[in-house]
């Protein structure tokens, strides 16, 4: 009882979480073996009769295990309601994101979360805001994500197509309650050219309230040209290549 007491409903319990409560791993298998709880795998344990979603499992990785992994981009976005679902279903992709080189335990990795999780080592920041982070709730717990601010940037660091970048700007369109000084410092820790420069025209395409607060001139955009979207139109201002104003008026 004790120990359902600290278990969050819903949440996967490790086997060091467990031993951190003094449940040895043979108690736990014997806890198992009465049907109070069931295994997942490796040493990894659920509430008994209970179905766990990916929510949960994250929230193991981030509390029990201090992993750096967290829900990202535009996944980010949509748990915040700035996007245009929130992920389920097998057709549905949660990113996943760690703040350098993170290993995922194999009961993560080798269990079914009813979505398709893709997991990067993301290092384009050079040192962590903890402003760039935010909670959101999910019944009896809640998850660590990026803020909407760091969230847009992961999304324009992955694109690599030109229906990217339109769905890109489709984001940024609703993006118009952003904090610009968490944004500022976002920026200027931000090793990505590309980033940046596509960032900054986007915002100012969208004519959004919070762009002019931000600092443009100290921020290090790079030397040269960059060409982003292909077949687009040369924007001087950044230095970009940008989906010609018949494209982006669609958006």
Known sequence: NQLLKRWPKGTVA?????????ISRQLAWRYAGSGWIQPLDC?????????????????????????SVHAGGSTALSLKGLGYHIPMGDDAVVTLLSEGK????AWFT??????????????????????????????????????????????????????????????????????PQVLQNLLERCRSVKVKRLFLWAAESAEHVWFKHIE???????????????????????????????EAAHV
């Open 102 to 105: 993170e290993r995922l335990p």
């Open 110 to 179: 080798r269990r079914e979360w009813g979505v398709r999780i893709q997991h990067h080592s993301l290092r384009i920041f050079e040192s962590s805001d903890p402003a760039g982070f935010t909670q959101v709730q999910h019944g009896a717990f809640s998850l660590r994500t990026s803020a909407p601010e760091r969230a847009i940037l992961e999304v324009l660091h992955f694109v690599t197509s030109n229906d990217a970048i339109l769905h890109a700007l489709q984001l940024m369109s609703g993006l118009n309650t952003l904090r």
């Open 216 to 246: 443009v001139q100290r921020l290090d955009l790079g030397k040269g040209k960059r060409s982003v979207f292909r077949g687009g139109r040369f924007d001087t201002k950044y230095r970009i290549t940008v989906p010609r104003r018949e």
């Open 14 to 22: 490790t086997g060091s979480w467990l031993r951190n409560h003094g």
């Open 43 to 67: 040493g990894a344990f659920l509430r008994a009769d209970e179905t766990v979603d990916w929510f949960g499992a994250v929230y193991a990785l981030q509390t029990q295990l201090g992993l």
